[in-house]
């Protein structure tokens, strides 16, 4: 067990596979950085000024 922890704080998305189904494990800093980012992805503003960023780098490729 320890060794899954280790590999998830080394920034490793562990599996892991059950009977009844599946679990990931990840670090805290990792579960913290994804609340945040659908946190402020839910603002509308920021998720309008994410799509077009991501277009004009897709059009500047």
């Known amino acids: 067990m320890r060794e899954l922890?280790?590999?998830?704080?080394?920034?490793e998305k562990?599996?892991?596979s059950t009977g009844?189904?599946?679990v990931?494990?990840?670090s805290e800093e990792d579960?913290?950085?994804?609340v945040e980012a659908?946190?402020?992805?839910t603002?509308?503003?920021?998720?309008?000024?994410?799509?077009s960023s991501l277009k004009a780098v897709?059009?500047?490729a």
């Open 24 to 26: 990931i494990m990840i």
């Open 31 to 34: 579960w913290d950085s994804l």
């Open 5 to 11: 922890v280790d590999r998830s704080l080394m920034g």
């Open 43 to 51: 603002v509308p503003a920021v998720l309008e000024a994410y799509k």
């Open 58 to 60: 897709s059009e500047s």
């Open 38 to 41: 659908v946190s402020v992805l």
């Open 20 to 22: 009844a189904g599946n």
């Open 14 to 16: 562990v599996t892991i």
